[in-house]
T-cell receptor
């Protein structure tokens, strides 16, 4: 399957700081990327959908000013958690889909811990 | 009503037996169905995709889809301890623009 790289895999930060997570499609062009969040023993929750060159579409209840998404190229999308708080601590996972393909391929995930 | 429902388990199956995982969905317009495997602390890994009614086999895995009854299942034959994981059912309404809607997952334990 297609390879999606996500960095960092784990980050610990102080409350109030911002954290950037990168998601790259390594061997295909990802016209659409999705960002999910998963709390322990809970299901994946879609946060936002980003299409290359356009503004991200956020799911209801997700603050777009807090979770900044940039999809500047066909191989890179970034999620920035601004002014992080302990309740933002979670497992963040990106996924990517190539043009004309319905399958989603996931990055390895980022475990964010906000102290 | 939840969009995608799965029994959270744990489902315990002896090694070598068939593990049967079930999933129901609420949107009749759903067109694509996927099974992902997720190990603890890791991201989901695609196992199977199925788009039309009937069975689809890939190695030890068989996905079954019944759109009239709105359920999709995953059978794992000759279960191995390494199959122990959480299995996520995911549904796409179609059109290519949406992300997948995931169930909460079924925790499968294969007992040696």
């Amino acid at each position: 399957g297609a390879v999606v790289s996500q960095h960092p895999s784990r980050v610990i930060c102080k409350s109030g700081t911002s954290v950037k997570i990168e998601c790259r499609s390594l061997d295909f062009q990802a016209t659409t990327m999705f960002w999910y969040r998963q709390f322990p023993k809970k299901s994946l929750m879609l946060m936002a959908t980003s299409n290359e060159g356009s503004k991200a579409t956020y799911e209801q209840g997700v603050e777009k000013d807090k979770f900044l998404i940039n999809h500047a190229s066909l191989t890179l999308s970034t999620l920035t958690v601004t002014s992080a708080h302990p309740e933002d601590s979670s497992f963040y996972i990106c996924s990517a889909r190539g043009q004309g393909d319905e399958k989603l391929f996931f990055g390895s995930g980022t475990q964010l811990s906000v102290l | 009503q939840k969009e995608v429902e799965q029994n959270s388990g744990p489902l315990s199956v002896p090694e070598g037996a068939i593990a049967s995982l079930n999933c129901t969905y609420s949107d009749r317009g759903s067109q694509s169905f996927f099974w992902y495997r997720q190990y603890s602390g890791k991201s989901p890994e695609l196992i199977m995709s199925i788009y039309s009614n009937g069975d689809k086999e890939d190695g030890r895995f068989t996905a079954q889809l019944n759109k009239a009854s709105q359920y999709v299942s995953l059978l794992i034959r000759d279960s191995q301890p390494s199959d122990s994981a959480t299995y996520l059912c995911a549904v796409n309404k179609g059109g290519g623009a949406d992300g997948l809607t995931f169930g909460k997952g079924t925790h499968l334990i294969i007992q040696p």
